[in-house]
């Protein structure tokens, strides 16, 4: 399958790929890692008029942390962030999210922002966003404005970027003190997309629990400390809450199940350790 | 127990039978393979893409290719009026009142169903073309279910047959009825095997020249046979069977079955290169592939056996329903056939009865897939063997070993007519227990049952046919037909070796290999012969039918290999090797009876010292023919042709030695299902394999691990989805789930040696045997560990953790009040699911005004998002031009709506349906209109049904992006009629009414 | 800013397996097929185009990546590395490309061009500590390759051979 033709830009950095956005946003698409515009690409499920490469714009590579978060720009790979030594002191969940998304050669060459501008609902990426209560930066000709994660994702595939806007750096929470994490997912196969993903950040004053792969994004819910059977009755009100659907790979049904164990596991998970929860299943 | 070739003691033992490695790998592991698209190809050739149905079911109205032919690049179109011109339709194995051309000529019956096809300079240029060619289609009501399809009032696929049931045979063995109504127990089980396939990396690949001087057409492609279908490419081509000319590359990249089903694309590029007056090349890609090239046949079956009270079981009953896709493509219904004479399996029976059905319905056409039946018979045979032991409360282990034929009855005729040539099932049952530690494993599962875990154990014996006789699939015709045919049988194989001038050796098979080391082998084979070196022996498989001794069993399928194609090169070797011995005589003064060939040496036994070296022996023949003795004929190449003598065409009584030689295999395995997500873990899986003499145990394990892999994939993870409408869902990699690394482990793998008596090495097939055994053996163990909870199940395949949740059934927690309406009962499970959505959006306007709203064109032109326009078509019907976004995904719909039922002000029926470069959509649905305090609730009740490459490429959302869509509508009508433009509702409304009277 | 006028062929400068090299490419052309048509290089090859089976990994300035989701323009300036690369002499097999021959970890070979790139970039991380080879380590790392014919089993011991340096420790299948 091979795509159709396009205009290639390639900008060195993110002042040429915001021009470029400018008054074109519906015309153009931003290629970033190419790992999920490439194959809609080669399907032929879009045919965008031209594309804007910033894989070449060392300034939008750049991780760094920035007080309280960890900023991570628009070329910056999956896998430069994932072997960051420090991250799992940083930001915990990530370090524990990360191995989940896909597989290491789609890591190598895609983007943390992608994953989230992408809003993909079983995705890893925006339910850490999420989870964490972290934000996007997005950018264009007349300037940036911030948004929360529960304000960028707005539905299956459709976050509040506007066609002429760079998304240009999303910024993650560091780790709170004395807080704990765990991420969990199930999947057909190994690296497959999620049917459900499970985030956890606990510390004394509050659980968080977020999930992804059942609505139609990310949900975060926040509890008091729960356990014992108050905790399983707020899984099965999340679980119900997520309003599942029956589809070809997962009965609504099975959906609150996963939901409601893999959340117990995940809690668990982020008791047990000393901050992040391994692969569970 | 393998030959070491390092070490001293072994180094002068055989070739054959040692692990040794491969030939064929250096060249692979340094990136220089010869597959199909690595070859360089004529200047001038062009590359084609083939145009394909979106409908599963549709009449073709009209083609018009003039906007493809003006794009940029493009040489010519091709369609069904060339194909009709050029061409015949497709013979098959039975005949049926169907016409099954290269391109679709009045109907499409299947989604992928080949249409037109553009030729253009490169791919890329081509798949532009495409997009331009407007096809006419009036889609049809589709049948994607065997019940549906077999109904009566069924829609019919072609109409001229009269029914979608193409064949329906019985058969009867022996006293069925008399065994079933003695019988102390009469056990049954239904049984559902889905659509799936073996999917090599490497997909099809064609390069095809029409030669107009020669009134001949010229074919590269990696079609694997079997070569009796070159006589089916040759009758559709108008030509005779020397006048096309097929050869096969070194490498293909798997075929598992598969690539058989590239000799239809051989045939359409071929008219494709015709009418562009060039060599045309064609790569299929993964969507193509997947969604058009082949599948096995999903079989619904009835079993049942009459068993007596010591489990004995006495008689077998089959009805077996195959679903073969929208036509009957050659060979089929072989997937019936291969395995007809075998039906009673590792058994020894004597009574049996059979209703085959072969039944039409709008999916794919099916073919050879790995196994090749025997993952369908064995499915169903298997477990209920398992459910033969749970009803008579025995061991499923004792069960087999009650009824497994005995080692003195080889060779064993079975019930239908298999020749079982040799094998020891009891020992092999009792290898695979030991490997297993099978007290050990009962142990591990009753303490896993103790702490409340799902943990099982289950087997499958399963006798593995290998080299086909070519007559089997004339047991789908009676006894009478046959007889005015004609008698069809044997498995011809052939095999050249030649020495050429310098003393080099030559070998040449009818094979196409993919993968199986068949170099390596033949090498192995004929180094033993001549006392060489493997390495010093070439072997040549690319096979070429205008150069190379072939007959119509000729190609790589069934596990011939080791059978009949290493036979037939060990036959011709020999024949050379005797020549050679003659020569030696009289050079070397002895009887050729008492001469050796080893190390490279010609010597009679006793004197190595007074021989010759190989090489000048064979100069000889070369550089001197005169001193050849006298009657010899000059020149050093033979060619043998072999057949085993065993393949005799079915009898009048229906009675088939399907294959000449016949395997064991028993699979013993542990696993455990995850309570909280289905998951099934494969904890122990031992497989125990008999298949006579082993040429290359490396090699051998290798085919066996594959082969296993694939079967976890059928029995866990692999099928073909369609939805209601014939809509494919399983176009990429990522909705048909071929295991990775961590979805497979390592099965303990052990041997025993029963060689055939029937074939020249005493070698048997072995590369289909765990595509048959692991699925059922996966299976029964999948029951073993959900029977303490929930009883007998019939299991249907791939156990999905979604399948296995089902089966599971537990009561989940209700949802707190405030919740409850979300707890909608559960859609049907069986066959393809509808997308639905319903809803309600709250309005703050009056019904009224949203009706006024949705029966204005303008403002239903706002409403609907994405609308660019809309136009009058005729009463409340409209043609829009819709562009639909979802994410990264864009389409543009031509797309007509129509509203209709309409009772003011409470209700209407919206629809909508279109069709774009990306497939076809509709949503079908009510409205219902609730007046409420500040304003309305308007609920929506929809059905929708998306179609073409959306839908086989992005089914993991449709549900989602349906709702979505339908969410949007709904929102925006919301926003239209609350913000009310200067005419109140009511005014608006009455100039409807107006314009109505 | 670069500006790559589409349906226009652009020439572009590269580096593949240490030689310098020169090819034509118009925007939408993928990686993959410069590669394989317009280089000659037809080691990498194609079995999905949509980043699923991994046949298609290549290495570029060291990272692996799927050439199919890869316009051949974007490796302009770049170091490409492909399996035609990996023998370190010609005639000569890398210890990988030698462990895979023994343990008959491939069969047909078409997946096995970008399991070897991956598995070798794999190993120098190994070498270089950042990663503790272990089998589920391995098998993760495979898992980004489907390969029909093998069962995977060779293949995992074949890489796990040469990324802990020890033959005699792997099990022998």
């Known amino acids: 399958m091979k795509p159709a033709a396009f205009d290639l830009l390639r900008a060195g950095n993110a002042d040429e790929v915001v021009e470029a956005l400018r008054g074109r946003g519906d015309e153009v698409r931003i290629l970033a890692g190419g790992q999920s515009l490439m194959a809609v690409l080669n399907l032929r499920l879009a045919q965008p008029r031209a594309l804007v490469d910033l894989t070449g714009c060392a300034d939008l590579r750049e991780v760094r942390k920035d007080r309280a978060m960890l900023v991570v720009h628009a070329a910056a790979t999956q896998a430069s962030v994932e072997r960051r030594k420090e991250l799992r002191g940083e930001v915990p969940l990530l370090a524990a999210a990360l191995p989940w998304m896909s597989h290491p050669q789609i890591r190598s060459r895609g983007t943390i922002c992608g994953s989230i501008a992408h809003a993909d609902p079983a995705a890893e990426l925006p339910l850490v966003l999420a989870t964490l209560g972290g934000e996007v930066v997005l950018r264009r000709a007349r300037g940036r404005r911030t948004v929360a994660a529960t304000d960028f ?105 996963l939901v409601r164990r893999l959340g117990r596991r995940a809690v668990n998970a982020a008791r047990e350790t000393t901050g992040i929860a391994g692969r569970t299943a | ?223 694997m046979g079997p070569f009796s279908l070159h006589a089916v490419m040759a009758l559709a081509l108008k030509v005779a069977g020397n006048r096309l000319r097929h050869r096969v590359p070194r490498d293909s990249g798997g075929s598992f079955g598969v690539k058989q089903s590239v000799f239809p694309v051989a045939v359409l590029m071929c008219l494709a290169s015709r009418k562009a007056a060039a060599p045309v090349k064609w790569v299929e890609d993964r969507v193509e592939h997947l969604t058009a090239a082949t599948s096995a046949t999903a079989r619904n079956t009835e079993i049942e056996a009459a068993v007596d009270a010591s489990g004995r079981v006495l008689a077998l009953r089959y009805d077996q329903i195959d679903e073969v896709g929208a036509y009957l493509r050659a060979p089929e219904p072989a997937t019936f056939y291969r395995m007809h004479g075998s039906l009673t399996g590792a058994y020894d029976i004597a009574h049996l009865a059979a209703r085959n059905r072969v039944a039409l319905l709008n999916k794919t056409p099916t073919g050879l897939v790995r196994g090749f039946g025997g993952p369908q018979v064995y499915f169903a045979l298997e477990r209920l063997m398992d459910r033969i032991a749970t009803q008579l409360s025995l061991d499923p282990i004792e069960v087999r070993r009650r009824n497994f034929v005995r080692r003195e009855q080889f060779p064993y005729l079975a019930a239908a007519g298999a020749l079982l040539d040799s094998g020891d099932y009891h020992a092999v049952m009792d290898d695979a227990i030991a490997a297993a530690s099978l007290d050990e494993l009962i142990g591990r599962r009753a303490r896993a049952r103790a702490a409340g875990r799902l943990y099982g154990i289950g087997c499958a014996s399963i006798v593995e046919p290998s080299i086909s006789n070519m007559g089997y699939i004339t047991t789908a015709l009676t006894p009478e037909q046959r007889a005015k045919a004609g008698p069809k049988n044997g498995a011809i194989a052939a095999a050249t070796v030649a020495i050429d001038l310098l003393g080099g050796v030559t070998v040449t098979i009818a094979s196409a290999p993919a993968g199986q080391g068949h170099m390596t082998v033949c090498a192995q084979v004929v180094a033993d012969v001549f006392g060489l070196a493997p390495e010093a022996i070439v072997v040549n498989v690319e096979f070429d039918t205008q150069k190379d001794a072939w007959s119509v069993a000729a190609g790589n399928y069934s596990s011939r290999f080791a059978g009949a194609v290493a036979g037939a090169v060990h036959l011709a070797a020999l024949q050379l090797r005797a020549k050679l011995a003659q020569i030696a005589a009289t050079q070397l003064k002895c009887a050729p009876q008492e001469l050796r060939f080893s190390g490279g040496r010609v010597f009679a ?327 409420r305090a500040g304003g309305t609730r308007l609920h929506y009740d929809y059905e929708a049904q998306v179609g073409g490459r959306i839908a086989a490429v992005g089914s993991r959302m449709l549900e989602g992006a349906a709702r979505r869509v339908l969410a949007e509508l709904f929102d925006s009508l919301g926003r239209q009629a609350s913000g009310a433009a200067r005419l109140t509702a009511w005014q608006r409304l009455w100039r409807w009414l107006g314009l109505r009277r | 800013m670069k500006h790559y006028a589409r349906d226009t062929e652009h020439w572009i400068a590269l580096k593949l397996n240490g030689v310098q090299r020169r090819g034509r490419a118009e925007p939408r052309l993928l990686l993959s097929d410069f590669l394989r048509q317009e280089l000659g290089a037809t080691g990498t090859h194609v079995g999905c185009e949509h980043g699923a089976c991994g046949a298609c990994t290549v290495r570029i300035d060291g990272e692996p990546a799927r050439a199919c989701l890869t316009l051949a323009l974007q490796v302009e300036g770049c170091a490409v590395e492909t399996v035609e690369g990996l023998a370190p002499a010609p005639g000569a097999l890398s210890a990988l490309q030698d462990a895979f021959r023994r343990r008959h970890a491939l069969q047909c070979g078409f997946c096995t061009a970008g399991i070897l790139v991956s598995a070798t970039a794999w190993i120098e991380r190994v070498a270089a500590g950042e990663i503790e080879a272990t089998e589920a380590a391995v098998r993760d790392m495979l898992s980004g390759h489907l390969c029909r014919c093998t069962g995977y089993a060779p293949i995992v011991a074949a890489i796990l051979e040469v990324a802990t340096g020890d033959a005699a420790e792997i099990a022998n299948a």
């Open chain 2, 605 to 931: 036994a006793g004197a190595p010292d007074k021989g010759q070296a190989f090489a000048r022996l064979t100069g000889l023949a070369h550089w001197s023919p005169a001193l050849l003795p006298s009657g010899m004929a000059p020149g050093l190449r033979e060619t043998a042709f072999f057949t085993p003598e065993t393949l005799a065409a079915p009898d009048a009584q229906d009675r088939v030695n399907a294959s000449a030689a016949y395997g064991f295999v028993f699979d013993l395995c542990g696993v455990e299902i995850d309570r909280d997500t289905g998951r099934v873990r494969i904890d122990r899986y031992v497989t125990a394999h008999d298949a006579g003499r082993l040429l290359n145990p490396a090699l051998a394990d290798g085919q066996i691990r594959g082969g296993f892999a694939q079967g976890v994939g059928a029995a866990l993870y692999e099928e073909f989805r369609y939805a209601a409408d014939g809509s494919f869902q399983s176009g990429t990699f990522a909705d048909y789930a071929v295991p990775t690394c961590c979805e497979i482990p390592d099965p303990v793998i052990v041997h025993r040696e029963t060689p055939s008596p029937f074939t020249p090495l005493g070698a048997k097939g072995i590369g289909e045997g765990n595509n048959m055994s692991t699925p059922p053996a996966i299976a029964n163990a999948v029951a073993d560990a959900l029977r303490p909870l929930v009883g007998e199940l019939d299991l249907e395949l791939p156990l999905t953790p979604a399948r296995v949740l089902a089966h599971l059934g537990e009561k989940e927690p209700a949802p707190p009040a405030s919740l409850a309406h979300f707890a909608r009962p559960a859609t049907k499970s069986r066959g393809a699911v509808a997308l639905q959505a319903s809803g309600q959006v709250d309005i703050e306007a009056t019904p009224e005004a949203v009706f006024a709203v949705l029966l204005d064109p303008a403002s239903l032109a706002r409403v609907i998002p994405g609308c660019a326009a809309l136009e009058p078509d005729g009463p409340n019907r409209y043609r829009a031009d819709v562009t639909v976004g979802i994410g990264l995904v864009k389409a543009r719909y031509a797309a007509q709506i129509a509203l209709s039922e309409v009772d003011l002000p409470q209700s209407l029926r919206l629809a909508g349906s279109g069709s774009s470069a990306l497939g076809s959509a509709s949503g079908d649905g009510r409205l219902r209109l609730e007046r």
């Open chain 2, 1 to 223: 127990m393998h030959v070491n070739p390092e070490s001293p003691a072994d180094r002068d033992a055989p070739q054959l039978g040692r692990a040794r490695t491969r030939l064929e790998d250096a060249a692979l592991v340094t990136g220089r393979g010869q597959f199909a698209d690595d070859l360089g190809v004529k200047p001038g050739t062009l590359h084609a893409a083939i145009l394909r149905s979106p409908h599963a079911h549709a009449e073709l109205r009209g083609i018009d290719a003039s906007p493809a032919l003006a794009c940029r690049g493009v040489r010519a179109v091709l369609t069904g009026a060339d194909v009709q011109r050029w061409s015949q339709p497709f013979v098959a194995g039975v005949k049926a009142s169907m016409q099954h051309w290269a391109l679709a000529v009045d109907r499409v019956r299947y989604v992928g169903e080949p249409v037109a096809v553009v030729i253009a300079e490169n791919r890329y240029l081509a798949e532009d073309a495409l997009d331009q060619i407007v096809v006419d289609y009036a889609p049809l009501p589709a049948v994607v279910e065997i019940d549906a399809a077999i109904a009566d009032g069924a829609p019919l696929l072609h109409p001229a047959a009269g029914s979608n049931i193409v064949s329906d045979r019985r058969f009867r063995y022996g006293d069925p009825e008399r065994a079933f109504a003695e019988a102390a127990h009469t056990v049954r089980l239904s049984a559902r095997y889905p659509r799936n396939s073996c999917t090599p990396i490497e997909c099809g690949v064609v390069i095809a020249e029409y030669q107009p001087a020669d009134g001949a057409y010229d074919v590269v492609s990696n079609f």
């Open chain 1, 153 to 257: 994702f707005t539905g299956m595939l459709s976050t509040a970027r506007r066609p002429d806007e760079l998304l240009e750096c999303v910024r993650f929470p560091l780790a709170g003190a004395d807080t704990r994490y765990a991420f969990t997912e199930f999947a057909l196969r190994h690296g497959d997309f999620a049917l459900v993903a499970i985030a956890v950040a606990e510390n004394a004053g509050e659980l968080r629990i977020g999930v992804g792969g059942v609505a139609d994004r990310p949900v975060l819910r926040r509890y008091p400390r729960l356990d014992g059977s108050a905790l399983d009755d707020a899984l099965n009100e999340l679980a119900w809450s997520l309003d599942a659907r029956d589809d070809a790979n997962l009965s609504a049904q099975g959906r609150r199940r």
